[in-house]
């Protein structure tokens, strides 16, 4: 069975349960696969990064297979509006966040399967041809609230936010910044780096747990709290208001 998140957003949960905690969310037009069922749970697999999780089965749309495999094969479009509305056939509205998906969009209309729906807002083919306007995208979402697991403008982890602000690039990156640390090309100094790539930080056993965007003059855009811009050197990122060091600077990827 294949399913598409037809709301503005839902949590993705490591367990079964709505006291588990939430992984990730999915956005508007993301489609999943179901690996397992479970009372009034589903276990999906996504389509954009094969991550894994628990979700309510009453949040989903279903969808054929069709549906689901156009999704992997695009082209596909994205929201690039901070926040905008979505009008259905029977005049209900739905808001759609920052980098929400919008399949088989056709001028100003969205269809999934009997789902069919008006967009008023802006939107991007989503291809490689967007990277340069990376840092107009991280932008955006400047000063969103840190939520763990979160992919909203309403709430977004360190991770989530590279990874979306990439999405509307037209790069597909994988969810956590221990898998994101995994790809892209190394780059070997901090002297090497440009603006746009990301830099990856380690705790004290050595575990990648944080990641943000390079930005020029020596700083930083990341999620910290806050989306933020910080001070960024070889030993890491400075918080000028803590006035010390918040994380150990463990290497450099480049996706741009």
């Not at 597909?172 to 990301?198: F, P, T, V, W, Y």
Request: proline share 3%; net charge neutral; with cysteine.
């Amino acid at each position: 069975m294949y399913l598409v998140c037809h709301l503005s957003n839902i949590p993705l949960r490591k367990d079964p349960s709505d006291r588990s905690e939430m992984v990730s969310q999915l956005l508007f037009g993301e489609a999943a696969e179901v690996i397992e069922e479970k009372d009034s749970w589903i276990h999906v697999r996504l389509e954009y990064d094969k991550y894994s999780g628990w979700i309510d089965r009453k949040q989903m749309l279903v969808i054929s297979q069709k549906e689901f495999d156009t999704y992997a094969s695009g082209p596909f479009f994205s929201s690039i509006d901070l926040v905008q509305s979505m009008t259905f056939e029977d005049g209900g509205t739905l808001q759609l966040v920052l980098g929400s998906s919008l399949p088989f969009l056709t001028g100003n209309i969205v269809k999934i399967s009997n789902f069919k729906a008006t967009f008023s807002g802006n939107s991007i083919e989503i291809d490689k041809r967007n990277a340069k306007r990376w840092l107009e995208f991280a932008m955006l979402y400047l000063n969103s609230p840190y939520l763990w697991g979160g992919r909203s403008p309403f709430g977004i982890d360190c991770s989530g936010f590279t990874q979306v602000v990439l999405k509307l690039c037209g790069i597909r990156i994988q969810r956590d910044a221990a898998q994101q640390a995994q790809q892209g090309q190394l780059i070997n100094m901090i002297a090497e780096a440009k603006s746009g790539d990301l830099a990856f930080f380690d705790n004290a056993e050595g575990k990648i747990v944080h990641v943000g965007f390079i930005l020029p003059e020596g700083k930083i855009i990341h999620a910290s709290g806050k989306v933020r811009i910080d001070k960024l050197d070889h030993q890491g990122i400075y918080n000028a208001e803590q006035k010390k060091y918040t994380h150990n600077l463990r290497l450099i990827k480049r996706f741009i």
